[in-house]
């Protein structure tokens, strides 16, 4: 039988240690509960001890959040222990996580102590957070530059003190994959007692191998891994949530799995991006806005003939519709011909490897090539007629008043009105839009441009809106930035109707 790995989250701790990504607290509640839909078995709320704020976000998560294990980290110190209690005080299910430097490094340089106070010091640590919670967590940091003989009596001697769970952090993201596995592998067959807990993995990205050192660990035994939503932290980061589940959910044969809700995940990186203003890369792994994207002509190809010739997961799987193909000067005529017919035309074969010549042609230019430039490109080509078109547009804004639109839409020749309130001009007419046609629609891109410079200049917009599951894409260029937004959607709903 699979054996569980539990997930560790630890987002809201080591990931907010990042500069410039401080939340406060009901933004930390929001990612606790987005955390929570996800399906994370413990989160980290925070280090309580290091200020007033992180004091009450533990607590008031604790309160907010019901499923997961709600976590405090501590240093080997009681003050911070009694800290993490009181914090944790409403938590339905609570975890102190308590530690000290194993390290050469850290015993001499950091802590001026010996090996052997070290023990003693992680000992007395672990025992009196036993007398505040059952459940308590060890961690030996930089265990990675641990020696393993003595990491192994360090293990020992915490889980026979009560530790429920002992962390092995590669806390400078130095170890290979094969050293740390072989570690994890150490622990399992030379610590006594060890079957009584469980072993964790927390690897960082320094060296670029964090979702591979936690593979690895999991493969020797390790079944907790301590993880961040797009691998924020510190320096380089940590190891990435979404990289780990995706691995063992893409490896059948791995004998392991998690309780992550995988469809979740692009909708809570997105949160927590947002929230922390630190953008993914977008080259980022399950995550990034080029991990479906495709813009080779090989490639594109074999997307279109069958998605699996060249992506392992299937964008659906983590909450991401479809893949895109990005028309480049790399696209070939499959490519282009998919694209077109998205936009509403028919080509016959001469037409279309007439704008494929054109096209080619553009793309030299250009480093990618959006649908407003094949529209140029389609000129005159036969197209169908809409069956939907903004016929009027009345919006109230301002500082002191509720946003407000009445639209007029020709639908089919006949015109029919709403009027809508919202959170301002835009989100008002869409509203209003959305009466008129009855059809469940969901927003799932806007984007505004500037064409040129200037405020009386032209802008474009895109939006790209999902109807029953399929996507739709719609295009307006306009003065009037709140029109040219309107019949962007009106342009994608026509392709519905």
Do not use: W
Not at 124 to 142: G, R
Not at 181 to 196: C, M
Not at 378 to 392: F, H, I, Q, T, Y
């Amino acid at each position: 039988m699979d054996d569980k790995i539990f997930v560790f989250d630890t987002t809201l701790r080591d990931g907010e240690q990042v500069p410039g990504c401080q939340l406060n607290t009901v933004e930390k509640i929001e990612v606790a509960k987005a955390l929570e839909q996800l399906g994370v078995d413990i989160i980290e709320a925070g280090f309580p001890v290091s200020s007033p704020g992180d004091f009450q976000s533990v607590q008031e998560i604790s309160k907010a959040v019901s499923n997961p294990v709600i976590c405090g980290l501590t240093r080997a110190v009681e003050k911070d222990i009694e800290v993490a209690a009181q914090a944790l005080e409403y938590a339905k299910r609570k975890r102190i996580h308590t530690g000290i430097g194993t390290s050469p490094y850290h015993i001499k340089f950091k802590l001026n102590s010996t090996p052997e106070q070290i023990i003693e010091r992680a000992v007395a640590a672990v025992k009196y957070a036993k007398k505040f919670v059952e459940d308590v967590e060890f961690y030996a940091e930089d265990a990675g530059r641990t020696d393993n003989e003595y990491l192994a009596r360090v293990v020992e001697a915490v889980i026979a003190a009560g530790a429920t769970v002992v962390n092995i952090p590669d806390t400078t993201g130095y170890c290979l994959p094969a050293e740390f596995g072989a570690k994890i592998k150490f622990l399992k067959e030379n610590v006594k007692g060890v079957h009584k807990a469980i072993l964790s993995t927390h690897c960082h990205n320094d060296l670029g191998m964090a979702t591979a050192n936690s593979i690895e660990g999991i493969l020797n035994g390790a079944r907790q891994v301590e993880v961040t939503l797009n691998g924020i932290g510190e320096r380089a980061g940590n190891t990435s949530l979404e990289e780990v589940v995706m691995a063992i959910r893409s490896h059948k044969d791995l004998p392991v799995y998690t309780d992550i809700k995988a469809k979740n995940i692009y909708k809570t990186s997105r949160l927590v991006s947002s929230l922390m203003r630190m953008p993914v890369q977008p080259n980022k792994a399950i995550v990034g806005r080029n991990a479906f994207a495709h813009s080779s002509g090989i490639h594109q190809d074999g997307v279109l003939k069958n998605r699996e010739n060249y992506e392992i997961i299937d964008p659906k799987e983590v909450g991401i519709k479809e893949s895109s193909i990005e028309l480049t000067a790399r696209s070939g005529r499959a490519a282009l011909k998919h694209r077109v017919q998205l936009l509403g035309y028919k080509l016959s074969k001469k037409e279309l490897d007439d704008l494929y010549g054109r096209f080619l042609e553009l793309a030299d230019k250009k480093k990618d090539i959006k649908d407003d430039d094949l529209e140029a490109l389609l000129g005159n080509v036969s197209k169908k007629e809409k069956a939907v078109s903004l016929d009027l547009l009345q919006v109230v804004c301002g500082k002191s008043v509720v946003p407000m639109a009445t639209v007029t839409l020709k639908i089919n020749g006949e015109e029919q009105s709403a009027t809508a309130s919202g959170n301002g001009p835009i989100d008002a007419a869409f509203s209003a839009v959305k009466q008129i046609v009855k059809r469940k629609i969901l927003l799932e891109e806007f984007l505004i441009q500037a064409i040129t410079r200037g405020s009386d200049d032209m802008g474009k917009v895109h939006v790209q809106i999902e109807n029953r599951g399929k996507m739709y894409y719609g295009f307006s260029a306009s003065t009037d930035i709140i029109t040219g937004a309107v019949e962007a959607l009106v342009d994608a709903i026509s392709k519905i109707l």
